[in-house]
């Protein structure tokens, strides 16, 4: 999910009246109860009091599924604010360097702050709701009050430097100083916030216990079938067991027994190893798996880590082979990353367990399917690169539904996550496909002339390369998944693919076209689809798909591209973040998008899918070949409505919701990302001076943010 990739106020923008309104206030609770006499309005009046009719108790739980979407479609715009529908508020709560203790200083917002691993980090994405009742115990029904896990993902950046949180810019140049390193390494990683309302409106509380931040350093243990392997043995962990930090975390999800759970999607351009390292190490194999991930020797490292001093905190991030041994150096760093991290969000003095056994890639999120008593626990995955693949997880360990709130969450995550079996996708011209095995059981892997894989450690470190040696289907980005929760059905998203030409095309990833942006072409898979697969178990070996949406300009010809009829009110393009209401049944689709930028900014939608085969097969003609590929029915305004658009230069990524409902929280991530960094200090040549412009916090330099949402009648969302 990637497109180079203070004190709560309130930002709204009503779709109908063009208008905005953004008063300060304090970002406790305290001060929110202080200000009772909020702004009412009706149809084009921007709102204050959006959380009108929130029960803050435990008895109004989630409402039935929805038949219909209850608003009127959001138009295209390029405006520099988050746009929402009539009749709702949308309201900033948590921003990029947010104090996340009583003591840390309000955020300056000018590339002086520090204390970054006290503050919120940067490039706020994937995020997940976690109650707690009135005395702050765990809870699934209370609407009131919770946490908020995130991840954040990255920073925004030109030549090394994230710099919009140095004061000129940062160093551009090598070597990078280390106190700018050290922000950067801190910026990185995972938050938890506590959030409450009052019944009016929704704020963050700076001071709560429960409060937590993760970076690049912060211990992890490693677990699954790569604990204590070669391939884990470093400097810092010599029996290959422990490991520092996360990084360019991704999408987020929740596992059955309540812990959160974030995927690690680009963490192998932050090293670096230099030209002559493939000759340093011989005939090593990891040589194929460096360069199978993209760590090619010579290539530069993102912000130039490395050169930040000789002490292992910047070392660390070179992952040549410089000593004798792995013991001796950080060769094997980079393998640390990659993987699906579990935290428990209700207890910071747990320590973060990576879980190898769900394969290392450019993981996005990790999504459940439904836990049913006696049966393994399903989990399906996306790897978010051109050309890679979808993944699942079948666990060897049997759901035991005692597990819903056991004494130890972490524990749960051990049983269920760390013994299991890993399959990736292949799908077949017939609308059916498999899942081929990825282990040392299946002949293809333990006799694979491809790569040498001597153990299920392999198999786990060196995912992709067991995927390439059993031949799954290669996709266009597979990124967020979600399972339907009315049928169990499972979407992922494929968000685009610039690489795809015709003679790649297959029947799941069928369209290549050229598309114009700005006058100048684009070409390949612009535009992205999204899958649909279905299963009679989730833990089969065999499945039946076809494309629930193809992503286009509205415009766009309606033979070979926007072959789901999308319409002014909800065409799109380069659907990345996915999620399923638990409360409406609804499915948000959120854009990260390069292609359609000139015409509108990234966006939201809320859809009403239908069900695996509701729609037909189509053939596409390129020349002399052809490709049939399998069709979700074509959209229509009753079943796919933009919701949402945002702020210049921002991505829409990470959407969770209160049980009942009525408030979700949005993520938007690096607003204005296509300022130069030699601009940093001048405001009117920023990209985007979102949310300042909105009255939230201090300075003018755009910050990513978390956003609440309401209906200004207190109502479910989307209804």
Known sequence: MTTNSPRPSDIFHDEDSNTSNAPRFESVLSARLSRRSMLRGGAGVATLGGTIGLTGCATSGPTAPVSSLGFKPVAKTMVDQVTVPEGYTARVIYALGDPLSATTPAFKNDGTDATFGDRAGDHHDGIEWFGLDASGKPSDSFNSRGLLAMNHEATTDEKLSSFFIHPNGG???????????????????????????????????????????????????????????????????????????????????????????????????????????????????????????????????RHGWESGGSVDTYTRWNNGAVAASAKDDFRNEMNTFGYIVELDPYDKTTTLRKRTALGRMGHENATFARAVAGQPVVAYM???????????????????????????????????????????????????????????????????????????????????????????????????????????????TLTNNSARTVASVDSANPRVYTDLKAGKEQKGNVNGHIVRMSQKNPADDAFQWDIYLFAAEADADKSQVNLSSLTDDNDMSSPDGLVFSKATGVCWIQTDDGAYTDKTNCMLLAALPGQ?????????????????????????????KRFLVGPKGAEITGITETPDGRAIFVNVQHAGENTKMADVNDPTKFESQWPANAGYGAGKRPRSATIVITKNDGGVIGT
């Open 382 to 492: 996306g790897d978010d690169a051109r050309g890679e693949y979808i993944y699942k997880f079948v666990s060897v360990a049997k759901w035991d539904p005692a597990d819903t709130n056991p004494a130890n969450r972490l524990a749960a995550g051990d049983k269920y996550l760390d013994k299991g079996t890993l399959y990736a996708a292949r799908f077949k011209g017939d609308g059916t496909g498999e899942w081929l095995e990825l282990s040392m059981d299946n002949p293809v892997i333990a006799g694979s002339s491809y790569f040498e894989f001597k153990n299920e450690a392999d198999v786990a470190v060196f995912t992709r390369l067991a995927a390439d040696a059993v031949g799954a289907t290669r996709m266009d980005r597979p990124e967020w998944g979600g399972v339907n929760p009315r049928n169990g059905e499972i979407y992922i």
């Open 171 to 301: 160093t551009a140049t090598l070597p990078r100083p280390a106190a700018e390193v050290d922000k950067e390494l801190m910026i990185h990683g995972l938050s938890v916030v506590e959030v409450q309302t009052d019944g009016q409106a929704w704020a963050y509380k700076a001071s709560s216990a429960f409060n937590r931040r993760v970076t690049t350093m912060t211990p992890v243990t490693m677990h699954g079938p790569a604990r204590g392997s070669e391939h884990l043995v470093t400097k810092f962990s010599p029996d290959g067991t422990q490991a520092r930090g996360t990084l360019n975390n991704c999408g987020t999800g929740r596992t059955p027994w309540g812990t959160f759970i974030s995927g690690e999607e680009n963490w192998f351009g932050y090293f670096f190893r230099d030209a002559k390292d493939d000759d340093a190490r011989k005939k090593d194999k990891q040589v194929q798996a460096l360069n199978r991930y993209g760590r090619k020797a010579g290539a530069a490292s």
């Open 612 to 640: 695996r085969g509701d729609g037909g097969s189509k053939t596409l003609s390129y020349g002399d070949k052809q490709v049939t590929t399998h069709m979700g029915k074509a959209q229509t305004a009753a079943t796919l």
